[in-house]
Structure formats: structure tokens, C-alpha cells
């Protein structure tokens, strides 16, 4: 079992940045898959960004890559999503989830709470 909890959403104007951190507890923090999703309102929740356990890997959605960078610091238990040049479209609830595998799909195993962020155009 392992809990999630993220921080660092808030509003932001377009063309700015945000950090989101993800902390984790529980089980060994180094032995999960870590991701990144979010949903806006109306829509599904969509693939953000994934990190392998040891960080060395890593996936992005096409809608973000160049923008976004996922990171972790397991001696931290914490996953981090640098979002940099943001627009209104990345406005959403984003969610850190914990899993197995790496996978681009909503089929991880715990999920946190969600962080909102807002983008103002």
C-alpha cells in the first residue's frame, strides 16, 4: 500500500510555470512506477508523463513534451512535474499515481487526490 498526496497546484497565467510534487508513503517509494494524469472538466483523465523506478526513463504525452518534465527523488519519496509554457488547454485536475508498469494508460494501482490547476489565458 502506498499513499499519494500532491501539492503545488494554483492559478497561472499563460505562458507561466508550475511545480507539482507528489509525496509518497507507505511502501518503498523506489520499487513504483510513478505517472502523471489529469482530467479537465467534461473530459476523460489523459496521460500526462510516466518515470521508470529509477528515473531513467520517461514517457510524455505528445500534448506536453517539450514543455513538461517529469522527475523523481526516491530518497525524497516524492515525484515532481516541472510545467513550463502553460496554456488555458492545460487547465485540469492532476492526479499522481503509483504503479507496476510503465504504461501510458489509467491502469496504475494508487492514485492520490488531485491538484487543480487553472491556466488564464
Known amino acids: 500500500q502506498v499513499q499519494l498526496v500532491e501539492s503545488g497546484g494554483g492559478l497561472v497565467q499563460a505562458g507561466g510555470s508550475l511545480r507539482l510534487s507528489c509525496a509518497a508513503s507507505?511502501?518503498?517509494?523506489?520499487?513504483?512506477?510513478m505517472g502523471w494524469f489529469r482530467q479537465a472538466p467534461g473530459k476523460e483523465r489523459e496521460f500526462v508523463a510516466t518515470i521508470s523506478r529509477s528515473g531513467g526513463v520517461t514517457y510524455y504525452a505528445i500534448s506536453v513534451k517539450g514543455r513538461f518534465t517529469i522527475s523523481r527523488d526516491n530518497a525524497k519519496n516524492t515525484v515532481y512535474l516541472q510545467m513550463n509554457s502553460l496554456t488555458p488547454e492545460d487547465t485540469a485536475v492532476y492526479y499522481c499515481a503509483a504503479g507496476e508498469v510503465v504504461r501510458t494508460t489509467p491502469g496504475y494501482d494508487y492514485w492520490g487526490q488531485g491538484t487543480q490547476v487553472t491556466v488564464s489565458s
Open positions: 507507505g511502501r518503498t517509494f523506489s520499487t513504483y512506477v
